[in-house]
């Protein structure tokens, strides 16, 4: 991992290959970790560059909120510190995604192209936004432990947790490791994200959307209603796998991410 200082603040990332510069953002609560089928194997031909977002990871933790905006901010930061002057492929997962609409609106001529995979662009609805304040509160209170017995049941598909328990373990592990402060600072960004469901049919970019067939969290419906917005947008539905499509099945979602940029790069 690099260690690199923007602003005085230390943020960790990444960095493998030569090439095509591929950025891959993290859902919550977790860090570049989550990547690691995909570093593996894209690194053979892009240039993979793989943060650990602010407050998780490595990175600096700021306590109170962070918004899906500075987080965006933030990854723009890191292309200028590294002196990515290429557009990059932004692929984000649920809330790299969410990430991904403020990278759109506010860094627009940095990107070539887009994946986007197991997200939303709804905002939270009552039941959801009471359930973020909640988890917020008890992260700070009593740690990890109830944090991931509630996310982990709903992140994998049900053969992935048969055979593959071990990227289960992976996951569990990495949500141990993150710092409460930065959990909840996540958890109020994500309460207070607004619908950006109006900017997809202005996305003039090259765009793929890879959705797990057994998604729990943003399900295949509502990423078939989201590709669909998106003129000339592509979709991967991948079987046999939940949440965390990229590293329940790496071989197909790797697969498409390649032959993606293949045809656009
Ligand atoms: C994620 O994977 O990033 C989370 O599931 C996002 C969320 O809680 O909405």
Redesign the pocket.
């Given at each position: 991992m690099l260690k690199i200082t923007i602003n005085g603040e230390p943020f960790f990332v990444k960095v493998a290959g030569e090439g095509h510069p591929l950025l891959l953002v993290h859902?919550?609560p977790l860090s570049h970790a989550m990547w690691q089928p995909q570093i593996e194997n894209l690194q053979r031909n892009f240039r993979v560059i793989v943060p650990d977002l602010r407050g998780c990871g490595k990175s600096i933790v700021t306590p109170g909120k962070v918004t899906m905006e500075e987080y965006a901010d933030d990854l723009a930061m890191l292309l200028d510190a590294l002196e990515i002057e290429e557009r990059v492929t932004y692929c984000g997962?649920?809330?790299g995604g969410y990430i991904g609409w403020q990278f759109i609106r506010n860094h627009r001529d940095r990107l070539h192209s887009l994946i986007l995979c197991d997200t939303r662009t709804a905002a939270d609805d009552a039941i959801v936004l009471s359930n973020r304040h909640k988890m917020a509160a008890n992260v700070l209170s009593e740690g990890m432990q109830q944090a991931i017995k509630t996310m982990l049941p709903k992140l994998f598909a049900s053969q992935t947790r048969t055979d593959q328990p071990e990227i289960v373990e992976t996951i569990r592990n990495v949500m141990l490791t993150s710092d409460p402060e930065g959990v909840a600072a996540a958890l109020m960004g994500?309460a207070e994200r607004p619908d950006m469901t109006d900017l997809l049919p202005e996305i003039d970019l090259p765009t793929l959307f890879v959705v797990g067939e057994e998604d729990l969290?943003s399900t295949i419906e509502e990423m078939r209603s989201m590709a669909s917005a998106v003129p000339n947008a592509e979709l991967l539905e991948v079987a046999q796998a939940g949440?965390m499509a990229p590293l329940e099945q790496p071989a197909v979602v790797n697969a498409e991410i390649q032959a993606f940029l293949n045809r656009h790069v």
């Open positions: 859902g919550f997962l649920s809330m994500m969290i949440h």
